[in-house]
């Protein structure tokens, strides 16, 4: 079965650290890749795309993606408290929805 | 970027009303719209993926006369809870892809009495 994973958390770090938030794929013909942000009570919304090896960044978020190991993650710079959300990994298989992750619960203490 | 725009945001009905939800793709067409239920502190969980002018393919475990969704055009694609009873109350949100990503709605939150 096709299955994305991620540690649930909570991860807490202090403000101003870098966040670095995992997560690992299991069919190698996967070629997209996404992170989306869920605040609590609210949808998911998209912070990055990547689809090729390496990094990508944007303002404070690099996404990292390494397609021989199976795996992508996202590093937040500079923490803030308004950062505290679960972020979901989501894998693109085809001509499907998305595979979700289940989210890492990320939280950042002031 | 895609706007996907869901109504009502929140619904609060006594047990055995229909409540109908309805998801639109603002500025592009999408063939395809997705449905999801999310409890609290729980993962996303996909109902239904619902295709324009034909049958909506459901989840394993999803009642098809339960949640009966309709997709008559290339923008709207509506979710009816039917018979609603206060176990099916939750967050309901619809997505859309061409592409790429999917792109949320805000969401429904259902509360049934």
């Known amino acids: 079965q096709k299955e994305v994973e991620q540690n649930s958390g909570p991860l807490s770090v202090p403000e101003g650290a870098i966040a670095s938030l995992n997560c690992t794929y299991s069919?190698?013909?996967?070629?997209?890749f996404f992170w989306y942000r869920q605040y609590s009570g609210k949808s998911p919304e998209l912070i990055m795309s990547?689809?090729?090896?390496g990094d990508k960044e944007d303002g404070r978020f690099t996404a990292q993606l390494n397609k021989a190991s199976q795996y992508v993650s996202l590093l937040i710079r500079d923490s803030q408290p308004s950062d505290s959300a679960t972020y979901l990994c989501?894998?693109?298989?085809?001509?499907?929805?998305?595979?979700f992750g289940k989210g890492t619960r990320l939280s950042v203490i002031a | 970027g895609a706007v996907v725009s869901q109504h009502p945001s929140w619904v609060i009905c006594k047990s055995g009303t229909s409540v109908k939800i309805e998801c639109r793709s603002l500025?592009?067409?999408?063939?395809?719209m997705f449905w999801y239920r999310q409890f609290p502190k729980q993962s996303l969980m996909l109902m239904a993926t619902?295709?324009?002018?034909?049958?909506?393919?459901?989840e394993q475990g999803v009642e098809k006369d339960k949640f009966l969704i309709n997709h008559a055009s290339l923008t709207l694609s509506t979710l009816t809870v039917t018979s609603a009873h206060p176990e099916d109350s939750s967050f309901y949100i619809c997505?859309?892809?061409?592409?790429?990503?999917?792109?949320f709605g805000d969401g429904t939150r259902l509360s049934i009495l």
């Open positions: 500025d592009f067409q999408a063939t395809t």
């Open positions: 989501a894998v693109d298989l085809g001509n499907t929805p998305l595979v």
């Open positions: 069919d190698r013909v996967s070629q997209s």
């Open positions: 997505s859309a892809r061409v592409t790429g990503p999917q792109h």
């Open positions: 619902s295709n324009e002018g034909s049958k909506a393919t459901y």
């Open positions: 990547i689809y090729s090896n």
